[in-house]
């Protein structure tokens, strides 16, 4: 750029005048086309990036499931974006508040694995992952400014929640790093697992195409419930590593259409040994730690507490199931009269929770029916429970048959 | 300087042009109103560390300090000194850092016509846009010397409070205390780079007007506005193009290993405003009339 020649317009004609006004005009059209390019890169960088599916050797579904069982992946590091919409109501920060609140009681500490990690119930997290064999393994969630981890090293599990500085402390073979870990699935391999789980003769397995996650080839294994009359889950899809077999990404869409319910995937991972500093962790000075204790007297409490999405997936543990595969639903006689669930415990609550179901009614009597975009739960007035992956009607039919 | 010499000669040396940004330094940093910004800058990690250290004398470190907010990183000051740095970046990135760039920025240009002295400038031949570049120079210093004002003063103020030492990233892992002080010299670098978006805007905005004092309320204005637009959920879709969105991003340099994705977006859309701002403003004062 020339230096502007300041004194070029002073006596200039109306000719001049009109010529350089209009060059001065043009001088404008640098910072739109700054803007032009801007956006167009934005718009169309991750078109351009999106290279198309690779091409990958055909396998079969029972091959790739197969391939999914003997994925051995030791280590690895790498970020997972986890996105639930279970569409529950908004509440804004009433809900995470009220789940903590629930969680951590009078002497709890905001670094319990329990406690935090149910934020991943519903919106957008981003975590990270890093994995070293069966005894090393860490879990960040990245917040803003600040993380919580939770380290499993050894015998020792250490959560550490940066934002209160307050560190949380178990044994491994006491609490069990894995069982932490499973309380709520993260990673995509840990839905895929519980997907794989459920999938019985009522699930259609079929391999999909490929698919390009994280910089990987991966095969798209689709599950969709074969007779999908009763059931709210429309289609699992899952992207699965071609070389190492591990899932990448795990989606699943509602029946009732709409964005995915779950999806979980890498945008980054890199499967060579992290670092050993990575697992190392030592209570910073000043920090609060909490001594995990004798949770027996918890442990009913935990489980209403985990992510709903975990319960659909066959995982039902005690109460009695009704049905099969995907359309099966779980009973739980509580045994409280009046219709309210137990397990949101709180008295003052149980009103406002009330007024967020449905009532219903049919020749099992009255009830209460809560629903999310996955999950639905009829509690009738007898106080029993019936939870399931299903639809409404199909809660009531089984309530029906339950008489 | 050269005066004889650039009389003569047409075509400015380009040492002249250092000779040029020089003044314009001197001139900028000499301004009472520039040491008074500086020295409000350098006031906020004293009240911080100071207010910290009165809270846990009671030796009881506020364990709960997170659950209610504040900057960010404040529950590990009291552990270690180094967090002040952090906290007091935090503290005042949101507002007093970016209030001090708009004041300086939106002054650049406009405070010149303001006080008649633009047209004296342009006399001698800097030429408009070698001119408007030595103002962003001069602007984007001012950011650096006042990030490194607060850094160096929350150094200095948790060095005499607080102990210092090897300090806990927010991942968990352990790093040497010269590792820290490594972070928080590139934190402050970061937090430099994240301001060069807004001074580009609030030098635009310089050349908009021939008022000082209006251009550097409207720059400290949309500051504001954006920083409101920043906090309302529904707009959720237009703030990742908020020049202030990714401003907190610095603090991912205290993850281990060090998260950069939303460093990377950060300094890309503080490129992107300088780029845009700074040629719209390269359009506007050299095809504008001098009239001050």
Redesign the interface.
């Known amino acids: 750029?020339?230096?502007?020649e300041?004194d070029d317009s002073t006596n200039a004609g109306e000719a001049d005048d009109l010529r350089s006004g209009r060059?001065?005009?043009a001088?404008?059209v640098?910072?739109v086309a700054?803007?032009g390019v801007?956006a167009a890169t934005i718009g169309l960088v991750p078109a351009l990036a999106d290279s198309g599916d690779p091409s990958l050797p055909k396998i079969t579904a029972q091959q790739l499931i197969e391939k999914i069982a003997k994925s051995d992946v030791q280590e690895l590091s790498g970020?997972v974006k986890v996105s639930t919409d279970l569409g529950l109501p908004n509440l804004g920060g009433l809900e995470s508040g009220l789940l903590s609140g629930a969680a951590k009681g009078r002497d709890g500490s905001?670094a319990d694995p329990t406690s935090k990690l149910t934020e991943l119930a519903s919106g957008t997290h981003t975590l990270?992952v890093a994995a070293d064999g069966q005894d090393r393994q860490k879990v960040?969630l990245?917040e803003?400014?600040?993380?919580y981890?939770l380290?499993h090293n050894g015998k020792d599990v250490?959560g550490?929640?940066?934002?209160?500085?307050?560190v949380y402390h178990g044994t491994a073979d006491q609490a069990g790093g894995k069982k932490h870990k499973d309380e709520v699935p993260a990673t995509p391999k840990d839905f895929a697992d519980q997907a794989l789980k459920a999938a019985d003769d009522t699930t259609s397995v079929t391999v999909d195409g490929t698919a390009q996650i994280a910089g990987r080839d991966a095969y798209r294994l689709v599950l969709k419930p074969k007779h999908a009359s009763g059931t709210t889950v429309g289609v699992i899809s899952i992207a699965v590593d071609a070389k190492t077999g591990m899932p990448l990404k795990f989606t699943l869409t509602p029946a009732g259409g709409g964005a995915a319910v779950v999806d979980a995937g890498f945008t980054q991972v890199s499967f060579a040994r992290p670092a050993a500093?990575?697992f190392?962790?030592?209570p910073?000075?000043?920090?609060?730690v909490t001594e995990e204790k004798d949770k027996a007297g918890k442990g009913g409490e935990r489980s209403h507490r985990t992510a709903p999405s975990q319960k659909d997936l066959g995982k039902s543990g005690a109460p009695k199931v009704i049905g099969k595969g995907w359309n099966s639903i779980a009973v739980i006689d509580s045994g409280a009269k009046g219709g309210i669930p137990s397990s949101s415990g709180k008295g003052n609550l149980s009103g406002f929770i009330g007024s967020l179901g449905d009532h219903v009614s049919g020749k099992f009597g009255k009830g209460t029916v809560f629903s999310t975009r996955l999950i639905n739960a009829l509690i009738t007035d007898d106080g029993k429970v019936y939870v399931g992956a299903v639809t409404k009607d199909a809660l009531v039919k089984a309530a029906d048959a339950g008489r | 300087m050269s005066r004889a010499e650039s009389l003569t000669v047409r075509a400015p040396s380009p040492l002249w042009t250092f000779g040029l940004l020089r003044s314009e330094l001197v001139t900028t940093f000499r301004r009472w109103r520039t040491l008074a910004l500086l020295g409000v800058l350098a006031a906020v990690p004293v009240l911080v560390g100071v207010a910290v250290r009165i809270e846990t004398k009671g030796g009881a470190p506020s364990g709960r300090g997170g659950d209610g907010g504040g900057p960010a990183f404040i529950a590990q000051i009291t552990n270690n000194g180094l967090f002040l740095v952090f906290t007091a970046l935090a503290a005042t990135l949101p507002f007093f850092l970016p209030m001090a760039v708009g004041v300086i920025a939106g002054d650049a240009v406009a405070g010149e016509a303001n006080s008649g002295t633009l047209r004296y400038l342009l006399v001698a031949p800097a030429g408009r846009t070698r001119l408007l570049l030595t103002k962003y120079v001069t602007t984007i210093a001012f950011c650096l010397v006042a990030t490194l004002v607060v850094a160096v003063s929350a150094l200095a103020v948790g060095a005499l409070l607080f102990p210092l030492g090897d300090l806990t990233t927010i991942s968990g892992t352990q790093i040497s205390f010269a590792d820290g002080l490594g972070r928080a010299l590139l934190m402050a670098l970061v937090v430099t780079g994240s301001l060069t978006g807004l001074a580009a805007l609030g030098l635009f905005v310089s050349t908009l007007t021939n008022s000082g004092i209006a251009a550097m309320a409207t720059t400290v204005g949309l500051l504001i506005t954006v920083q409101i637009l920043d906090q309302i959920p529904q707009l959720h879709a237009v703030q990742p193009y908020l020049f202030s969105h990714y401003w907190l991003s610095f603090a991912d340099l205290m993850r281990e290993p060090v998260y950069w994705d939303d460093l990377v977006k950060n300094l890309e859309l503080q490129a992107l405003y300088a780029a845009v701002f700074g040629s719209a403003a390269w359009a506007r004062f050299t095809a504008r009339d001098i009239t001050a």
């Not at chain 1, 750029?1 to 502007?4: N, V």
């Not at chain 1, 803003?144 to 993380?147: F, G, K, L, P, T």
């Not at chain 1, 550490?160 to 307050?166: A, G, H, T």
């Open positions: 750029m020339a230096p502007y300041s060059r001065k005009a001088r404008y640098v910072p700054v803007v801007a970020t905001s990270r960040s990245i803003s400014a600040a993380e981890s380290i250490w550490y929640d940066s934002k209160s500085n307050e500093s990575t190392d962790f030592t910073p000075k000043g920090a609060k």
